[in-house]
């Protein structure tokens, strides 16, 4: 089974700042992928990026990157320029190849404060 | 197309009653997932089918919990004789066959509360 930690529960940001949250993960897989998910409050999951293990560029989307690190199995989501509507909780998830199934962290929580 | 959609959004239940959650995945998605998320945890796999044929079960999902995807669009995920553990979101995701890769698409939940 793979484990992924994310050992921030919460993080805080002022607006318009930047934030980093971390995952790490262990696997024997070499080729995988890794997302990361947004959780508003009440709201439904959504993804915000996702890296292919195989692809050594960090994935971006707008005002998320992440910084893949494969030999480290370390893969943290920085969001800039925060926004109130960015207050959520991230979770960051793990998927072999020629797989389905998806191996979520604990989550981190970030409130971004106004 | 509206998405993943869950009926009901909330439930509460006393203990020892039977219940069913509802899952209307994204008409074109072949496979639909159910996962179970704990306060202050991240989302865990229960089960997931390909068309009307449920292909995995994890060991999460005790003799009380039964899910079926009729015809192969939606699914029920039911839950007999409820414990006051079952309390929990109950999150339902589609994706094709050939995106997997892409990530799901997630429903808003189920949140179950026993009491």
């Known amino acids: 089974a793979q484990t992924v930690t994310q050992s921030q529960p919460e993080m805080s940001v002022q607006e318009a700042e930047t934030v980093t949250l971390s995952c790490t993960y262990d696997?024997?897989?070499?080729?995988?992928?890794l997302f990361w998910y947004k959780q508003p409050p009440s709201r439904q999951m959504i993804l915000v990026i996702r890296?292919?293990?195989?692809?050594?560029q960090n994935a971006t989307e707008n005002r998320f990157s992440v910084n893949f690190q494969k030999a480290a199995k370390s893969f943290s989501l920085k969001i800039s320029d925060s926004q109130l509507g960015d207050t959520a909780m991230y979770f960051c998830?793990?998927?072999?190849?020629?797989?389905?199934?998806?191996?979520f962290g604990a989550g981190t929580t970030v409130t971004v404060r106004a | 197309d509206t998405g993943v959609s869950q009926d009901p959004r909330h439930k509460i239940t006393k203990r020892g009653q039977n219940v069913t959650f509802r899952c209307d995945p994204i008409?074109?998605?072949?496979?639909l997932y159910w996962y179970r998320q704990t306060l202050g945890q991240g989302p865990e796999f229960l089960t997931y089918?390909?068309?009307?044929?449920?292909?995995?079960k994890s060991r999460l999902l005790s003799d009380r919990f039964s899910a079926e995807r009729p015809k192969g669009s939606f699914s029920t995920l039911e839950i007999q004789r409820t414990e006051q553990g079952d309390s929990a979101m109950y999150l339902c995701?589609?994706?094709?066959?050939?995106?997997?890769?892409?990530?799901?698409?997630f429903g808003s939940g189920t949140r179950l509360t026993v009491v």
């Open positions: 998830a793990f998927m072999k190849d020629n797989d389905y199934k998806l191996s």
């Open positions: 890296q292919e293990a195989y692809k050594q």
């Open positions: 089918f390909q068309n009307e044929a449920q292909l995995e």
């Open positions: 696997t024997s897989e070499n080729n995988y992928y």
């Open positions: 995701a589609s994706s094709s066959v050939g995106r997997v890769n892409y990530g799901y698409t």
């Open positions: 008409s074109e998605h072949n496979r």
